[in-house]
């Protein structure tokens, strides 16, 4: 079993940054690709960023590449998304999630465990 906390959301102005965290309890982090999922209100949740057990590959939805980037230490069991110049349609809540591949979780959505997510409020 993986315990995944999030950390990070918040509200802030179109153009600011936030930075989520991940942290992990359990099983060590080194055993799984890592990613992180959004849902805003009304919608189903979508796939954002995953990053390879290795940190050897990295996978981002197209409307956030260029502005949010993945990184991990497993050493610390954490994982991080920054998130830079953000839009109001960025809006959401945004779950950190573990799973057996990063390019699975990408395009299949295929996660094993989920955090239980943070909210992240963009304004205009």
């Known amino acids: 079993q993986v315990q995944l906390i999030e950390s990070g959301g918040g509200l802030v102005q179109a153009g600011g940054s936030l930075r989520l965290s991940c942290a992990a309890s359990g099983r060590t982090l080194s055993r799984y690709a890592m990613g992180w999922f959004r849902q805003a209100p009304g919608k189903e949740r979508e796939f954002v960023a995953a990053?390879?057990?290795?940190?050897?590959?990295?996978y981002y939805v197209d409307s956030v590449k260029g502005r949010f980037t993945i990184s991990r230490d497993n050493a610390k069991n954490t994982v991080v998304l920054q998130m830079d110049s953000l839009k109001p349609e960025d809006t959401a809540v945004y779950y950190c999630?573990?799973?057996?591949?990063?390019?699975?979780?990408?395009?299949?959505?295929?996660?094993?465990?989920w955090g239980q997510g943070t909210q992240v409020t963009v304004s205009s």
């Open positions: 999630a573990a799973g057996p591949t990063a390019q699975n979780m990408a395009f299949i959505g295929r996660t094993d465990y």
């Open positions: 990053m390879s057990r290795s940190g050897g590959n990295t």
